[in-house]
Structures are given as C-alpha cells and as structure tokens.
C-alpha cells in the first residue's frame, strides 16, 4: 500500500539551501500549523505550496514564492486553486524578487 504524504514527493535536487528550507516549512507545520488553524484559501494550501516551491525552484525563488503566497492569502487576497508552476518564466529573474509576486495571479492578454 502506498502511503501519501502531504507535501510534494516529486523528484528534487537534494542541495543544502533547499533541505534547508523544506526542513524550516515541514517544521512549521508539524509545530506551530495546529495553532493556526485551517484558514488557507488556496488549494495547495500555503505551507505546501511554499515546501513545493522550494523543492521545485530552490530556496531563492521558492522562499520568494512562498511568501508572496502566504501574503496573498489574507483578507481581500485570491483564492481557489493555485499550482507551483513545474518551470519559472525568463524574466523571473534572481536578482529580481519583487517580480516572484506575479507567480500565480493570472494576467490579463497582452500584459508583459
């Protein structure tokens, strides 16, 4: 029987940033989500998507990614379902992070 676990089990690149980050987000949730509460929005919810992310992208952009969705979480902020994208666009670039906030927002035709 195959055990299904809660976060991402796809395959990933074992480097120390993202056992680093994938620890701190799995940390999280075995301590302090129970106090929280089930209040997410999205689907992944917001610690799952941000260990996805880390896995998928490295803790630069991942971590970058997990905050923003964290924050778009609140009051007034999106919801439904809201994919890791499997390969980041060229213009998400390192050395620009604010542009991370845009990962997961459907844009409108003809925007850049």
Known sequence: MATRSRNWSGPWRKTPGRIFGT????LYQLTLSGF???SCRHLPTCSEYAYEA???HGLWAGGWMGLFRVLR?????THGIDN???ALEP???WFTPWRYWLVGKRRKAGQP
């Open 36 to 38: 929280v509460g089930n």
């Open 84 to 86: 890791v994208p499997e």
């Open 91 to 93: 213009r998400y670039r």
């Open 54 to 56: 880390i896995a998928r």
């Open 73 to 77: 979480c609140g009051p007034g902020g």
């Open 23 to 26: 620890s701190f987000v799995r």
